[in-house]
C-alpha cells in the first residue's frame, strides 16, 4: 500500500512543478530550460484524480454500509427527509443547519457553533457540491452529501480545518427557503 501516497507525492510534485512557474505561460525546469507538457497529459492526471476520489469515496460508502447514490458530477447523495413544498431553485435563499466534516470523521464545522448558512442559490460563495445536492431537497429537507474535492474545496483546502483535496462529508438540514 505504499505505492499510493507515491504516487500521490509524484502527482503533487508534478502539479507543483506544473503551476507554480513564475515565467508567464511558459514551464521551466529547474535549469531554466523551457518544458512543454501537453494538455493531454494534463487531462490525464485530473482523471487519475478524480477516479481515485471516487474510489475512496465509494469505500467509505460500502464501509459504513450507507444508501448513496452518485451524480454525474461526482456528488454522492443520501436525502433522508426531501421536506415539503416545491423544491429548492436557484434565486432563492436557503438557511441551512449543517455538519462538515472530513471522512476520518473529523468534525471541521457545525451550525451549532457557528450560525446557520444562509445563501443566495445559484450565486457561488459555497461549494459547488453544496449548491448541486440543494437542489435536490425542499423546505425541511434533511440529506448527507459527500464532496470529492472538486466540488468541495479543491486541491489547496480552506487553509484552516479543511486540508488540500479533501473529500468532505456534509449533513444538512433546510431551516428555511425564502425568495430573494
Known amino acids: 500500500m505504499r505505492a499510493v501516497p507515491a504516487l500521490s507525492k509524484v502527482i ?3 502539479f507543483l512543478v506544473s503551476f507554480c512557474s513564475c515565467s508567464g505561460s511558459q514551464n521551466r525546469d529547474e535549469r531554466g530550460n523551457s518544458v512543454n507538457i501537453p494538455l493531454e497529459t494534463y487531462i490525464k492526471v485530473n482523471r487519475k484524480l478524480v477516479e481515485k476520489e471516487q474510489e475512496k469515496i465509494k469505500q467509505y460508502v460500502e464501509d459504513n454500509q450507507l444508501d ?3 451524480t454525474g458530477t461526482g456528488l ?3 436525502i433522508d427527509e426531501p421536506g415539503t413544498g416545491d423544491f429548492i ?3 432563492q435563499i436557503v438557511t441551512l443547519d449543517y455538519k462538515i466534516k472530513l471522512l ?3 468534525l471541521c464545522y457545525d451550525s451549532e457553533e457557528l450560525g446557520p448558512k444562509e445563501f443566495l442559490v445559484g450565486r457561488g460563495g459555497v461549494e459547488s457540491g453544496l449548491e448541486e445536492g440543494i437542489l435536490m431537497l425542499k423546505n425541511g429537507g434533511r440529506a448527507l452529501f459527500i464532496m470529492p474535492p472538486h466540488l468541495a474545496h ?3 483546502g480552506d487553509d484552516e480545518k479543511i486540508p488540500s483535496r479533501a473529500i468532505i462529508i456534509y449533513e444538512v438540514e433546510v431551516v428555511d427557503v425564502k425568495f430573494h
Request: glycine share 16%; aromatic share 16%; charged share 15%.
Open 104 to 106: 476520518d470523521g473529523t
Open 89 to 91: 431553485q436557484k434565486g
Open 76 to 78: 454522492w447523495y443520501r
Open 68 to 70: 448513496m447514490h452518485a
Open 12 to 14: 503533487l510534485s508534478f
Open 154 to 156: 479543491g486541491l489547496i
